[in-house]
């Protein structure tokens, strides 16, 4: 294997199953014959097989009858021509004579066509008799690919089962590396209607495709890599969602130019901390302070002066009972965020306090909107002034799922988060951050929806949205379009989760004690290393998390698994 890595790409398109169909067409059509493609996808999986099998050991690949089994096909026979050992199950719909392994005595042999109890085959036991008594090292999966739409069905569904228990039976664990998407996974949606090969690694040809970053197929993804395989250039923009990445996050955030002041690297209004929750109000506050904001102003309950007197005293606190103080604060900001905290009784003071900001922002068309949590709230119940049309760039909305069926008035499908999230964006012409796994920020017009690979279960936790609105907030009033803060936003807290987790050399805390102030805390160091030039992916795999695959040539981007 040689090594080197490929370009990075600012933003990494995330194509459907329809659109990577598209781009094999637009490389044939290029002058790349589809069997080069193939041949290219083959070779760069053979190089991960070999980085995951160590020592050597049986490599055994599962190849279907479709483009998907031929990439396969390739594997079996690069690795074979490498002296490695190889037992190609082929689907008995190939072609017996396969130019793909002309001139190549492949060990092989057919998959059973009798897979199901009904039929009187047990997967597993007849692929385990194929095996004998062997140990594989690894296990492939080249069954199915993009194409697939509904449920594997037989005998397909029965050699997904028979992988499945080979990989978890007698012996201890063999790992599944899948080739492009793990058989069974929807490509457009993430949906497992059925079978579904669980993998530890999934291997992407050109690009991650969009099934394989939503749930529940990002789970069956494991490790999720992307190889260069040939294919024309292209830009994020011919995909319907694209993937943020450590490069895209170092080019787009701010910076103070030497002679700056405190007034013009960005003033934020805060809106948020109702009576009982005055906690949320400091965690915004203490996020969007350190995420650069020079100026920040808090309207909050009066209850909670003394609390951001000693939590947050660097934040100024208007009077929001005095009608000139709270219209001299929306005046002299760039940007206001509202919602964490805020509550939703009629007398709560900072919940009566929005309209009259909103209206105000609107009629001097100043600075940029960000709603959050109890905003949301009233604003789907229209209980807020109009939102400004036609100014994405300058409104964001960051709902959690159920905050984003309250606002578009209808339930919001698992895996289908992009579409949601761009029905919102449309219907309120703002940007729309939608929190989730994985959080998506989609915006008015034909704009690829950005998918962050950040976060995970760790995120599931109160108080974490209100960090993400702090930081959200502050790049807003720090100029940026409010798309790209979003996108930042969650590059930054999901950074700063890595940290966390597995920041320091040896060192690896739990998901379950990351607490939102963590996140606040690792923001320093965060914008420290996106500031610098090696600027690492979000989400990318944590120490000692499967093979090093540092010296496989053209990846393009490394994900851990999800968690």
Do not use: Y
Request: glycine content about 14%.
């Amino acid at each position: 294997m040689t090594s080197g890595p490929a370009p990075r790409r600012l933003l990494v398109p995330v194509p459907t199953g329809t659109e990577a169909a598209a781009f094999d067409a637009a490389a044939r059509e290029a002058g790349t014959p589809g069997k080069v493609l193939m041949e290219s996808a083959g070779r760069a999986a053979a190089d991960v097989a070999q980085a995951m099998t160590g020592s050597g050991g049986l490599v055994v690949v599962l190849a279907g009858a479709g483009n998907n089994g031929g990439d396969a096909v390739v594997l079996a026979r690069t690795l074979h021509a490498r002296g490695v050992d190889v037992l190609l199950l082929v689907d008995p719909r190939r072609p017996s004579n396969d130019a793909l392994l002309h001139g190549h005595r492949v060990p092989s042999a057919l998959l059973p066509t009798a897979t199901s109890p009904s039929d009187g085959g047990d997967a597993e036991a007849r692929i385990r008799a194929l095996v004998r008594d062997r140990a594989p090292a690894l296990l492939v999966d080249g069954l199915l690919g993009t194409g697939l739409a509904d449920a594997p069905r037989e005998p397909v569904a029965g050699w997904i089962r028979g992988l499945n228990g080979l990989a978890g039976g007698p012996g201890g664990s063999i790992p599944v590396l899948a080739l492009d998407l793990p058989s069974g996974v929807v490509a457009d949606t993430g949906q497992a209607p059925g079978a579904v090969v669980a993998a530890d690694l999934t291997v992407a040809f050109g690009a991650p495709k969009l099934g394989t970053l939503l749930h529940p197929g990002r789970g069956r993804a494991g490790r999720l890599v992307a190889v260069e395989i040939g294919f024309p250039p292209w830009e994020a923009s011919q995909a319907s969602a694209a993937l943020v990445t450590g490069r895209w996050a170092h080019a787009h955030l701010p910076r103070r130019s030497l002679d700056t002041h405190k007034n013009a690297v960005g003033r934020l209004l805060l809106i948020c901390g109702d009576e009982a929750m005055g906690g949320a109000a400091v965690l915004t506050a203490r996020a969007a302070l350190r995420t650069g904001v020079g100026m920040l102003r808090v309207l909050c309950a009066p209850r909670h002066r003394d609390l951001f007197h000693h939590q947050v005293p660097e934040a100024i606190l208007p009077d929001p009972t005095d009608r000139d103080a709270v219209r001299d604060a929306v005046r002299n900001s760039d940007a206001v965020a509202a919602g964490p905290g805020m509550g939703l009784a009629p007398e709560g003071l900072p919940a009566r306090l929005l309209p009259g900001v909103m209206e105000q922002l609107s009629e001097s068309g100043g600075g940029a909107l960000l709603l959050d949590a109890d905003a949301l709230t009233l604003l789907g119940r229209g209980a807020l002034p109009p939102l400004p049309r036609g100014d994405g760039d300058r409104c964001l909305l960051t709902p959690h799922p159920g905050e984003l069926s309250r606002i578009l008035g209808e339930e919001t499908v698992p895996g289908l988060a992009p579409m949601a999230a761009r029905r919102a964006a449309e219907r309120w012409g703002a940007t729309c951050l939608l929190k989730g796994a994985p959080s998506v920020v989609a915006s008015p017009g034909d704009a690829p929806v950005r998918i962050s690979a950040s976060g995970g279960s760790a995120f599931a936790r109160g108080g974490m949205g209100d960090v993400l609105t702090g930081v959200s907030g502050a790049l807003l009033a720090r100029g940026l379009a409010a798309a790209d803060a979003a996108a930042l936003a969650l590059h930054l807290t999901g950074r700063a989760a890595d940290h966390f987790l597995h920041g320091a050399p040896g060192r690896r805390s739990s998901g379950d004690a990351l607490l939102p102030s963590d996140l606040v805390d690792e923001l320093a160091g965060v914008l420290a290393e996106v500031e610098g030039w090696h600027a690492p992916d979000a989400g990318g795999p944590m120490p000692g998390e499967g093979p090093d695959l540092s010296r496989v040539p053209g990846v393009l981007l490394d994900l851990g698994a999800s968690r």
